[in-house]
């Protein structure tokens, strides 16, 4: 029974690979320079993948930052441009982290080889349909503060992943659902003294 399910989860990814989702085109720290106590923006640009295919499903984003208690990861705004059912606030799930397992190793990233980050995964309200309007972008945006005792003069480095939830029709998310990457990409920020 398991390595069926495993079968129709990895059957479900190669569909999507080959539908239409939203592929990350950028991402980036707004404001690179900040300050002990001061906020900055991780952005993520993405678009529809193919304008011949469509879906509608929930959209997630994950953050990573280093570990510790220099920077924290704040709150995340799907479609902060005004596309795609934006701007919407994404809800932080936690579920995503523990049940994606090694579902993003086809986009080059596997969670448990990364060691020193903390994550934080975010997860849209709804299904967004993509429309397959590939000339449309959706931003997301999420907010990084550095700590008013961050560690100064470090440049730290700044993950985010994107990707479809699929669930597995039971509108909770779990290791029996997939998950599919679309976009891995790191940036940075630099915390000067104040």
């Given at each position: 029974m398991r390595r069926k399910v495993g079968f129709d989860l990895g059957a479900t990814a190669l569909v999507f690979?080959?539908?239409?989702?939203?592929?990350?085109?950028?991402?980036?720290?707004?404001?690179?320079?900040?300050?002990?106590?001061?906020?900055?923006?991780?952005?993520?640009?993405?678009?529809?993948?193919?304008?011949?295919?469509?879906?509608?499903?929930?959209?997630?984003?994950?953050v990573g930052v280093p570990s510790g208690d220099n920077l924290t990861i704040g709150k995340a705004t799907w479609g902060t441009n005004g596309t795609?059912?934006?701007?919407?606030?994404?809800?932080?799930?936690?579920?995503?982290?523990?049940?994606?397992?090694?579902?993003?190793?086809?986009?080059?990233?596997?969670?448990?080889?990364?060691?020193?980050?903390?994550?934080?995964?975010?997860?849209?309200?709804?299904?967004?349909?993509?429309?397959?309007?590939?000339?449309?972008?959706?931003v997301v945006q999420v907010s990084i503060k550095a700590a008013a005792d961050a560690s100064t003069g470090v440049n730290y480095a700044v993950v985010g992943v994107s990707g479809d939830w699929l669930d597995d029709g039971d509108d909770a998310v779990g290791p029996e659902d997939g998950f599919v990457c679309f976009g891995i990409a790191t940036s940075s920020v630099l915390v000067k003294a104040a």
């Open positions: 690979l080959l539908s239409s989702c939203f592929a990350l085109q950028s991402f980036t720290v707004l404001d690179y320079i900040i300050a002990p106590g001061q906020k900055t923006t991780a952005q993520f640009v993405l678009r529809p993948m193919s304008a011949a295919n469509k879906n509608n499903v929930p959209r997630f984003v994950i795609f059912k934006g701007p919407v606030p994404m809800a932080a799930n936690g579920a995503i982290l523990t049940s994606i397992g090694t579902q993003c190793e086809q986009a080059g990233l596997n969670f448990a080889d990364v060691t020193g980050t903390d994550w934080k995964a975010f997860l849209t309200p709804e299904n967004i349909p993509d429309g397959g309007k590939t000339a449309k972008k959706a």
